[in-house]
């Protein structure tokens, strides 16, 4: 987690020393948001993993599943290029929630308190995935004994 949020803030840095790209009026809110994309991606992994058997099948399926995420979640294109109904799916997933706050402090420079809405929803998102990841494990592991 610590090394995705610092890959993620230098990759902003970059964008705005290189292509003077603006980051907003608040550095502690990109800080928060790139921090809590984050967590709550890496927690939604341990979902992911949970469902592979083995360590060959977790580098495909988790490709499979970022780029499934990337794509519908506003990374790779904008969402309102998306038909209406895949912008409806798009509302439940971590990559729009964490597109929307980055934006948010980006394009709209919104505050912390502006972003605390994406940031409530990054979490609880996160506390989800992890805690339904960490049942399915056990449930795994106590099948096999």
């Known amino acids: 987690m610590i090394i995705g949020t610092v890959q993620l803030l230098l990759l902003l840095l970059f964008g705005h020393s290189v292509y003077h790209l603006s980051l907003g009026d608040s550095p502690v809110a990109m800080i ?3 921090t809590i994309a984050v967590a709550s991606m890496t927690c939604f992994a341990v979902l992911v993993a949970a469902f592979v058997r083995t360590r060959e099948q977790a ?3 988790g490709l499979a599943v970022a ?4 794509s519908l979640g506003g990374l ?14 798009a509302q439940g997933l971590v990559t729009t929630w964490s597109m929307l706050g980055i934006q948010d402090v980006m ?6 308190t502006g972003v605390f809405t994406e ?12 805690l339904i990841g960490v049942w399915l494990f056990r449930y795994r592991n106590a099948e096999r004994s």
């Open 59 to 61: 580098v495909p399926v």
């Open 107 to 112: 394009l709209r420079e919104r505050s912390l």
């Open 76 to 89: 790779l294109w904008p969402l309102f290029n998306l038909p209406e109904s895949m912008q409806e799916v």
């Open 67 to 70: 780029f499934i995420l990337a």
């Open 32 to 34: 928060a948001v790139a």
């Open 119 to 130: 940031l409530l929803v990054l979490f609880v998102y996160g506390l989800a995935s992890f």
